[in-house]
């Protein structure tokens, strides 16, 4: 979402534009992005101000368009020594979003790409997301629960891998803590915004990983943490890492709705197995009886399927992707030699269907086999030397 | 293996052949088998007898082909209140050992369905291999696992299913021990003669299940247990029931090759998990993660595997197989309308791997839509009244 080259008082100015529709339509909305991928962010803030829309946007923008406190919301985070992250800023993980970008949004309702994340924190969210897994699971976690999330959160933070969670009670908060206290780097991302911590008992945890790591959310300040705001912050802790962990589930957790979204967005779903009689891993055991996530016990298991893939090296040093087997191998085979397509396109083409060849392209990326860019997927043609 | 209309001097003559051939050989003899198919017991008793035999089974039958202890062994197994199953009695489970029948010998060494079964107990073999399930697993189990084993156990062996295992410490005895507790049907195959029980401490155990029900070996009495029969013996478990069940495994237990036999066999391999830092759940967790045994929890999961096919009646009642969906109904319309087929020509003509045809087989038999017979699997072209 890049616009060119701008002066800096037009940066100054599409920063208040991310800000003022942040803030106007409070969450994701796919028709906004939509106008803002067509005419650029300042002129569809001017087409909302001036209520110059296609009708599927005039309901979501209706009720605070005629708000604009960008500049005061802006000031407010350097208060709070926090900062607002825009598709803009360096610090913007494009290459993370793409999974939301392809998504089908009139099916994903809230599959949209958030417009701005709102943070509180030191890191550097382009860093933090590089190496990333989201650990996820009950609230009503067990003290059996607890210990595995932060035993294999304490080793994957310790190797240097970022835990993301959403500081929940339960699973969320063992996972932080076990990041923090082997001095790693994580990401809290709320619903609701990032001056009320959510839960309340929970500011202190907040405040600590507000010190070393990041404290996210797409919601304005003043924003309070609502049911329908869960489920769309789930889909973006699935989105800032490279595979989702769950460590703990009840037979109704909010934690399938995050693996839900990490299948959708082509990322691994793992799950941890626990006692037979546990109520507490009733979800779990059925995510994995049905194939929706993997099995895993322990640190390596999780780098095994979020970690790159494994090149061996000098095979054939004329054609990378000579290694590739299977769909793998089908997927980059249906890339034309120049050009981009579509993963539409390349499910048509290689006979697969789109979620497989959705899951496999980043996996090809993470290979530096394929890249992405407005036009589709396309082959790296650059030979690294070996 | 029926041979047709004997007279009763015949079949005793019969009878002691298998005896005497049981002995000679101690286990499964794969050159013997076939040669019984291709010239009768009998014949191939005396063959044995004056060694006029193939390269292949004269080493196998050198030891011990002089001596016949045939007509003592059968006294001395009515003194014991036992009896052999030769494969011309009653409640020899023909069907059962289709599985067997149809592996390939020569990758599968020990795979030869079993001469005789030497037997305690006064459960008919037939009927206990009815609805069986194996329940197997680590023989230094936890006192979690033991109590996994008793409860699926038990709740199992209360719903009609006969307990298939092995009389070892740990989840064996467990798995043996819930069914006589709810007084149900449990089977205990021993990797030695079944005057002998192994291990010595499971006296009072194998007694008690050749009290009510059925002790079993494929080994002469006095033979004593060694590693190779504990393998062969594990194809018997795994041949015996309609799946395999695996409560907890060590990293290197023999649990793995017991679903190893079940998985050649085509039957469902299934695996609890348990908590991720147990050493004796490192096997069951390893088999679900690679995809080798299906993740259960309890009875009714092992039921929905384990258990016939559900027919959803009168969908189409002229055609009996027309709710088979994708590679069931391949198989099935691979079949020929009049005569048999093997399952290697079923795999050519449907493209499916030989091990899935192998899998998929006993499925449709146990819904009366395919049965087998000397030439092969053929279509059950018999209406039922819906």
């Known amino acids: 979402m890049s616009a060119g080259v701008r002066s800096a008082g037009e940066f100054e100015e599409a920063r208040l534009a991310w800000v003022y529709l942040s803030r106007v339509v409070q969450g994701p909305c796919a028709p906004l992005s939509a106008l803002i991928a067509s005419v650029g962010v300042r002129e569809a803030a001017r ?8 009708e599927a946007l005039r309901g979501p923008v209706a009720a605070r368009r005629e708000s604009d406190s960008a500049a005061a919301d802006l000031e407010m985070m350097e208060r709070l020594g926090g900062r607002v992250i825009t598709p803009d800023d360096a610090e913007w993980p494009e ?34 997301s590089e190496r990333a897994v989201a650990v996820v699971g009950s609230r009503c976690s067990s003290g059996y629960g607890a210990q595995v999330a932060n035993e294999i959160s304490a080793d994957l933070a310790g190797r240097g891998w ?32 990032v001056d ?29 943490a ?26 109704r957790s909010g934690a399938r709705n995050t693996v839900k979204w990490a299948r959708r967005l082509g990322r691994p779903a793992m799950a941890c197995p626990g006692p037979v009689g546990s109520a ?14 993997l099995l895993v016990t322990r640190a390596e298991d999780v780098i095994d399927e979020a970690g790159p893939l494994r090149l061996p090296l000098g095979d054939n040093p004329t054609d990378p992707a000579a290694h590739l ?62």
Chains 1, 2 share one sequence.
């Open 47 to 54: 087409a909302v101000r001036e209520y110059e829309l296609p």
């Open 95 to 128: 290459w993370r979003m793409l999974g939301l970008n392809q998504l089908d949004t009139e099916r994903d309702r809230d599959g949209a790409v958030p417009l701005v994340l709102w943070a509180r924190g030191p890191l550097s969210l382009q860093t933090a």
């Open 162 to 193: 970022t835990i993301v969670s959403g500081a929940a009670f339960g699973i969320d908060a063992a996972a932080h803590r076990a990041a923090l206290a082997v001095g790693g780097a994580t990401v809290a991302v709320l619903a609701c915004g």
């Open 196 to 224: 009320r911590p959510y839960p309340a008992q929970h500011d202190r945890l907040i405040a600590a990983i507000a010190e070393t790591g990041l404290v996210l959310s797409e919601y304005p300040p003043g924003t309070t």
């Open 226 to 251: 609502q049911k329908h705001r869960f489920l769309a912050r789930n889909r973006l802790i699935a989105t800032l890492g490279d595979g989702v962990l769950v460590v703990e589930a009840g037979s």
């Open 280 to 293: 507490a891993s009733v979800g779990c055991h059925r995510m994995i009886r049905e194939g929706e996530a």
């Open 325 to 386: 087997r299977g769909a793998e191998a089908e997927v980059y085979a249906a890339l034309p030699a120049i050009g981009s397509r579509l993963p539409r396109d390349l499910a048509l083409q290689s006979g697969l269907d789109l979620p497989t060849v959705r899951a496999i392209l980043p996996a090809l990326e993470l290979a530096e086999l394929v890249g992405c860019d407005a036009d589709g997927w396309f082959r790296i043609t650059t030979r690294r030397s070996t």
